[in-house]
């Protein structure tokens, strides 16, 4: 058992402890602030203070972590063992910066919470992230950090042991219009022949024609393809599923369709199913509430998974209304500019409420990649594509974390704007199941 010697326990350095020590590195460990009971102390230990106690493992803490409230940080990144870090501390602590410090500030987006400029979708911009500002948001640093503090303690305690950690794939597809033509119903449809014969788009009118006849597949129906991608390499995979009222933004399927709901059921058959809260239920409760009891009612059971349409992410309500619902686990924290972490971090970890001061039992799972960055921000070919995201895989793979994609169905149809992507879609899955 590992003890930590804090001067002053708070609801902030136990979520950090319980991030690096618990959830990164396996171990237990229990916090102290009496000192004697410390100094007493036979086994493996650590400080987390202003001064050592006596010749033990000392980190120079900062004042974050015994803060309350949000204000403004001075914070000024430099290099050490070629990663960026912040919060220096100087040569007397095991590292040169508060490691504990700088987790806290990344993993718990404490930069969201204060004031900032939104983009047209009410979301926090990765060009405004202190990742991106300083050349470090592909790099998942805070598993880096913590592997460097498993290090010191190996090297200090090497009777101490560290449970091995796998490196795992998770597949995930968002379905925001499962087709594009079947099941629109006639108002859509006869909306959709209009806006082709707008544009003299006779080719997308012969297509819909002969879709809807049934002589040709609809070109949004590539589940056949990301079931057998899905058998032959063998790796979880999660659907979300859009089941929002009809918007500008919320364009997927009527719920009462027997042919979508035949879809979710089948598809849940292969894999787990989440719901897509959608643009409009962002800032409604009830909205949230009506859809993810829509993808219950079909489903038969408990709904538990989310990922939130647009990345529409907004600290801490999004995530409370969560909580509210009863979803335990969140795949939304990522960006849509820029692919990375979000959250430097590419392991699962709990959301820590900075309004509340409290860590809750909501579960973040951050994704590294999704297709539209590539394409619609990043300006990337197709044949370019792994380039970018093999990068991402290795980084994981080396601190044995949880690398995330993010797909749509309607992306890998090999057609018209995404042609070309269905096969890196399965050269990504190829790597990242090696």
Not at 385 to 400: F, L, S, Y
Request: glycine share 4%; aromatic share 16%.
């Amino acid at each position: 058992m590992l003890l930590i010697y804090t001067h002053n326990i708070t609801h902030r350095n136990k979520y950090i402890f319980n991030l690096i020590f618990r959830d990164l590195l396996g171990i237990n460990f229990v916090l102290t602030s009496n000192i004697e009971e410390f100094k007493n102390y036979q086994d493996f230990k650590l400080s987390y203070t202003n001064n050592p106690i006596n010749d033990e493992l000392f980190f120079i803490s900062r004042n974050l972590l015994f803060e309350s409230g949000i204000t403004e940080q001075n914070i000024s990144v430099f290099e050490f063992n070629s990663n960026k870090v912040f919060y220096a501390t100087g040569k007397l602590s095991a590292l040169p910066f508060d490691v504990f410090a700088a987790s806290f500030y990344l993993v718990s987006r404490y930069e969201e919470y204060l004031p900032h400029i939104r983009d047209e979708h009410g979301r926090f911009e990765a060009k405004d992230s202190l990742a991106f500002l300083n050349n470090f948001l592909q790099k998942p640093i805070v598993n880096i950090w913590a592997n460097w503090i498993k290090g010191l303690l190996q090297k200090r305690y090497p009777e101490l042991s560290f449970p091995e950690k796998k490196y795992e794939f998770i597949s995930t597809i968002d379905i925001d219009n499962a087709y594009a033509y079947r099941e629109k119903g006639f108002t859509r449809s006869i909306g959709g022949y209009l806006k082709s014969l707008s544009t003299l788009n006779f080719k997308e009118i012969t297509e819909r024609n002969r879709v809807l006849f049934g002589l040709e597949k609809d070109p949004y129906d590539t589940y056949d393809f990301q079931l057998a991608i899905l058998k032959k390499y063998n790796f979880k995979s999660i659907y979300f599923f859009l089941l929002g009222d009809y918007g500008v933004n919320d364009k997927n399927l009527p719920i009462e369709s027997k042919r979508f709901q035949s879809l979710i059921k089948m598809l849940g058959d292969y894999a787990e199913i989440g719901i897509h809260p959608s643009y409009g239920s962002n800032k409604s409760k009830a909205q949230l509430k009506k859809e993810v009891s829509r993808l219950a009612k079909v489903l038969h059971r408990d709904v538990t998974k989310s990922r939130q349409h647009f990345l529409k992410l907004t600290l801490p309500e999004t995530y409370r209304n969560l909580i509210d619902i009863d979803i335990t686990d969140d795949y939304t924290m990522g960006f849509a500019s820029q692919i990375g972490f979000r959250a430097s971090i590419c392991t699962p970890f709990n959301f820590y409420d900075l309004d509340m001061e409290m860590e809750t039992k909501l579960k973040i799972h951050p994704f590294a990649i999704m297709e539209g960055t590539l394409k619609y921000y990043m300006k990337v070919h197709p044949e370019d594509a792994m380039q970018k995201i093999k990068p991402m895989i290795d980084e994981v793979k080396v601190v044995n974390g949880v690398f995330i994609s993010l797909w749509h169905n309607d992306t890998i149809n090999d057609q018209k704007l995404w042609k070309g992507w269905r096969a890196v879609y399965e050269e990504m899955v190829e790597y990242a199941t090696r």
